[in-house]
């Protein structure tokens, strides 16, 4: 089972920019990686996706504010996230999709808010 750490969420003002970073224990290469997000009192619901070629698909609410990377030496999924809005409010999750195994990080708090 490969393990996911997510890292750099915190607290941002409206309109500022945070980049989550989600590092795997074992090979991402052939693997699709994505990032989730949970606000209070609502269902998980997908940010972005990645795939092994590099193709990249996005949530309406985050399209022209998101960017999703991947490093395949490093085996870190990122999440860069500009113009944060307080909707963006939640915590976030990666997750690492490939035959016959699917793992999810942890979570990291995003808090957008003045």
């Known amino acids: 089972q490969v393990q996911l750490v997510e890292s750099g969420g915190g607290l941002v003002q409206p309109g500022g920019s945070l980049r989550l970073s989600c590092a795997a224990s074992?090979?991402?290469?052939?693997?699709?990686m994505g990032w989730y997000r949970q606000a209070p009192g609502k269902q998980r619901e997908l940010v972005a996706l990645?795939?092994?070629?590099?193709?990249?698909m996005y949530a309406d609410p985050v399209k022209g504010r998101f960017t999703i990377s991947r490093d395949n030496v490093k085996n870190t999924v990122y999440l860069q996230m500009n113009s944060l809005k307080p909707e963006d409010t939640a915590v976030y999750y990666c997750r690492y999709t490939s035959s016959g195994m699917d793992s999810w990080g942890k979570g990291t708090l995003v808090t957008v808010s003045s």
């Open positions: 074992g090979s991402i290469f052939s693997t699709t």
């Open positions: 990645i795939t092994k070629p590099g193709s990249t």
